[in-house]
C-alpha cells in the first residue's frame, strides 16, 4: 500500500522525479516539452520557467487523471503529435531493461533501449538548435546505447548527475542539439 503524500490523496513523486528536479529546477527559457507528463509534477514546475510549457503521456486516463493538473496536454507517442520547436525537453523514460513491453511506463524493451529510442526519434524533430534534452536512466539498462544513439542523431551528451539506490543507479543525461 502506498503512502499518501498529501491531504488530497495525491501521492508523492517518484525518486526519478525528485532527482530530476533536483538538476533542472532552475532551467529557464520560452518553450519547455515533458514527455511522458504522468503526474503533471513536471510539467507544472516547467510553467514556472518557461513561457509555453507542453505534457504529452501515452495514456489518456493518465493525463486526464494528473494529481497536478496542467494545461497543455497532449495524448501521444513522444512528440509525435506537435510541430513545434522546444528549448528543452525532459523525458523520464521507461528504461527498465525487459524482454517484452507489459507497461509502456516502465518497461523499455531489449536492453531498456527499444521505446527510448522511439522517443528520442519523436523528438528530435522537435529539438530547437542549441536545445537541451534531459533524460534519466539507469544502471539496470544499456544507457550507454542511449549515449550513443542521441550521439549518432547529432546531439552532445554529458552526464549530469548519478544517484546509488539500493538496487540501481540513476543516470541523468543531458543532451545537447
Known sequence: MQTKYSNNDEY????????????IENEKGNFALDIGSGSGYLTKLLSKNFSFVVGTDIN???????????ENI???????????????IVCNLP????????????????????????????????????????FITSSLSNYQKLIDYAQKLG???????????????????????
Not at 508523492?12 to 525528485?18: G, M, R, V, W
Not at 497532449?74 to 528543452?88: E, Q
Open 95 to 134: 528504461y527498465l531493461a525487459t524482454d517484452e513491453i507489459l507497461d509502456v511506463a516502465t518497461d523499455g524493451g531489449i536492453e531498456g533501449f527499444e521505446i527510448p529510442k522511439k522517443i528520442f526519434d519523436s523528438l528530435i524533430n522537435n529539438l530547437e538548435k542549441n536545445g537541451k534534452f534531459v
Open 60 to 70: 489518456y486516463n493518465v493525463l486526464r487523471q494528473q494529481t497536478y493538473k496542467t
Open 155 to 177: 546531439l552532445k551528451t554529458r552526464i549530469m548527475a548519478k544517484k546509488k539506490l539500493f538496487f540501481e543507479e540513476l543516470i541523468l543525461i543531458e543532451a545537447i542539439n
Open 12 to 23: 508523492p513523486p517518484s525518486e526519478d522525479t525528485f532527482f530530476i528536479v533536483d538538476n
Open 74 to 88: 497532449v495524448c501521444c507517442n513522444g512528440s509525435d503529435a506537435l510541430k513545434i520547436k522546444f528549448d528543452f
